[in-house]
C-alpha cells in the first residue's frame, strides 16, 4: 500500500523557475519523494553530514570509476539548493567516513583517492573557518571502515579493508588530544559492515566482508568500559555486507538488506531485529525491493519509522509497530548505489546522488537530490 499523494505547487513559484530557467523546485505540500535543486557535482560514495547548525555538508565522493572528488559543499535546507564550498578537503576521497563531533568539526577519514590502494588520511573540516585541515595519520590504511562517535566524545574506528587485506583492526581518535590510539582487535575482519551504537554507549558490529568474496554473518560488540571486542554467540540470519543497520526507539536495532559474496547477484530483501538484551536476532517481515551498496543511510523519522531509500529505485518505510514495510509515494528512476541520506532538522530527509549499474558501461553517478517528507507541510505562503 502506498503513502496518500497530496500535491500542492504555488504558480508563482513555477513561474518564476521556468522564466529564470533554473532547475529550482517549486515549494510544495508533497508527502512521499520531491525532486528538488540538482548538487554542484555529481556523486556516489560520497558523506553528507548534517551540521549543527542544520545545514549538510556533502563531501567527496566519485562521478565514475577514477574521477575522484576533493571538492565539497553544502546544502541550505531552507532554500532546498546547494553552494560550493570555496576550499576544498586536503585529498579526493571515495568510501571514506565522515564523523560529526560534540565540538561541531567534522572528523574525515581515509577512503580512495586514487585507484591504487585506500588512504591512511585524516582531516578536520572547520564549520567556522569553512576550511579543512590535516591531521596525523591513522594506524592503519581504511577503506569500507566505520567511524562511530562515543559517549565521551571519541571515535571508534572499525575494520575496513587494507587493499586485498581486510582488518580486523580498531582504534580510537580522541579530539581533545587529535591523536589515534590502537585498541582491540576484533575477533574478526569486518569491511563494508555496519557499526551501531546502542542505548547503553557500545557499538554493535554487524556482517561485511571477512576477506575477498567471503562474506560472513557474525556479530560483535565493542565494550567502551573494557576497550574491548566480545563476539556474539548468535549470528544474523544471512550473510551480509554492504547492508545497514539502525538503532530503533525501542533500543532494538534493524538491520536490512546488503548482499552476499554474489555481490549484486545475491541482493537481499530480507530483514531482522537484534535484541541487546537477549542479544539474538529475530527475522521481520522482507523490504518490497531488493538492496545493496545502501552505506550508511537509514535514518528514523520523527514518527520512529525508518526511511529506507539507498540501493534501490525506490524508498520504502520501516514501521516498527507492525514490523513491515511500506512503499513511498515517488520514486527516482534509477537504482541508488552509494547515494546519502540525511535526516534534517524539520523531520524531512535528503537524498543524494548514487549511481545506476549499466550493463557492459561504466557506472555514472547522478547529480540528483530529492527531499522525502513523511507528513503533507503546509506552505508558509499559505
Known amino acids: 500500500m502506498r503513502i496518500q499523494l497530496f500535491l500542492v505547487v504555488l504558480l508563482m513559484s513555477a513561474l518564476t523557475s521556468v522564466c529564470s530557467g533554473q532547475n529550482v523546485p517549486t515549494v510544495s505540500a508533497q508527502e512521499g519523494i520531491v525532486r528538488i535543486a540538482r548538487s554542484q ?25 577514477g574521477v575522484f572528488y576533493d ?25 571514506h567516513s565522515a564523523t560529526l563531533l560534540n565540538d561541531g568539526r567534522v572528523l574525515i577519514l581515509g577512503g580512495w583517492s586514487n585507484r591504487t590502494s585506500p588512504d591512511d588520511s585524516a582531516e578536520f573540516y572547520d564549520p567556522k573557518s569553512r576550511k579543512f585541515a590535516p591531521l596525523e595519520n591513522m594506524r592503519f590504511k581504511r577503506s569500507g571502515h566505520s ?5 565521551d566524545g571519541k571515535v571508534l574506528i572499525a575494520g575496513g579493508n587494507e ?38 554507549g557500545r557499538v554493535l558490529i554487524l556482517g561485511g566482508e571477512a576477506s575477498l568474496n567471503k562474506t560472513t554473518a557474525d556479530a560483535e560488540i ?9 563476539k556474539l554467540d548468535a549470528k544474523m540470519n544471512a550473510d551480509r555486507y554492504k547492508h545497514d543497520a539502525v538503532l530503533l526507539t525501542s533500543g532494538k536495532v534493524l538491520l536490512f538488506g546488503g548482499s552476499d559474496e554474489k555481490d549484486r547477484d545475491g541482493k537481499l530483501k530480507s530483514a531482522e531485529l537484534f535484541d541487546p538484551a537477549t542479544e539474538t536476532f529475530t527475522k521481520t517481515g522482507d523490504m518490497n525491493f531488493a538492496r545493496f551498496k545502501i552505506g550508511e543511510t537509514a535514518v528514523v ?10 540501493g534501490s529505485d525506490e524508498a520504502e518505510v520501516f514501521d516498527p509497530a507492525t514490523n513491515t ?22 523531520g524531512r530527509a535528503l537524498i543524494l546522488g548514487g549511481y545506476e549499474f549499466v550493463t557492459g558501461g561504466e557506472p555514472t553517478s547522478t547529480d540528483q537530490a530529492w527531499i522525502f517528507q513523511d507528513t503533507p507541510l503546509k506552505d508558509p505562503a499559505l
Do not use: C, W
Open 71 to 95: 571538492e565539497a559543499e553544502v546544502f541550505d535546507p531552507v532554500a532546498n539548493t546547494f553552494t560550493n564550498l570555496p576550499n576544498k578537503m586536503t585529498k579526493k576521497r571515495v568510501s
Open 41 to 65: 557535482q555529481a556523486r556516489a560514495a560520497h558523506t553528507a553530514t548534517r551540521l549543527h547548525n542544520g545545514t549538510v555538508l556533502v563531501l567527496g565522493g566519485m562521478k565514475k570509476n
Open 301 to 310: 523519522l520523527q514518527n520512529g519509522k525508518v526511511l529506507v531509500a539507498a
Open 163 to 200: 587493499g586485498a587485506r581486510f582488518l580486523n583492526e580498531a582504534e580510537l581518535f580522541d579530539p581533545a588530544t587529535n591523536t589515534f590510539q590502537t585498541i582491540g582487535p576484533m575477533n574478526g575482519s569486518h569491511a563494508r559492515h555496519s557499526a551501531t551504537k546502542l542505548e547503553d
Open 325 to 346: 514495510f511500506e512503499k513511498v509515494s515517488g520514486g527516482f528512476g534509477k537504482s541508488l548505489h552509494f547515494a546519502s541520506v540525511t535526516l534534517l532538522e524539520d
Open 147 to 151: 567511524a562511530t562517535l562515543l559517549d
Open 222 to 230: 565493542y565494550d567502551p568500559q573494557t576497550n574491548k571486542f566480545r
